[in-house]
């Protein structure tokens, strides 16, 4: 899956790309599946990188997740 551009989303409309950024659960899942490539890895500095990566993922987890409340509250 992951070496397939179009099944990681790299290839999807833009409108479909929008509606795919705002999933907690998409960004959620990449989180994981960086955190399983850094647990594959045995240089120091490309596991850290990998789960900056992770983190980054999550950070953008809890942006959809506030812009879905948002969303909800109007």
């Known amino acids: 899956q992951s ?3 179009a099944k990681r ?3 999807t409309p833009p409108m479909a ?6 999933d907690p659960k ?3 899942q990449l989180a994981q599946e960086a ?12 596991k ?5 990566i992770a983190q980054g993922y999550e ?3 809890v942006l959809a997740e506030k812009k879905i409340a948002s969303k909800a509250s109007e």
């Open 3 to 5: 070496g397939n551009p």
């Open 9 to 11: 989303g790299w290839l």
């Open 17 to 22: 790309r929008s509606s795919m950024n705002d």
């Open 26 to 28: 998409h960004w959620r």
């Open 35 to 46: 955190r399983a490539s850094a647990d594959q890895l045995d240089d120091p500095d490309a």
């Open 48 to 52: 850290k990188t990998m789960l900056e």
């Open 59 to 61: 950070h953008l987890a």
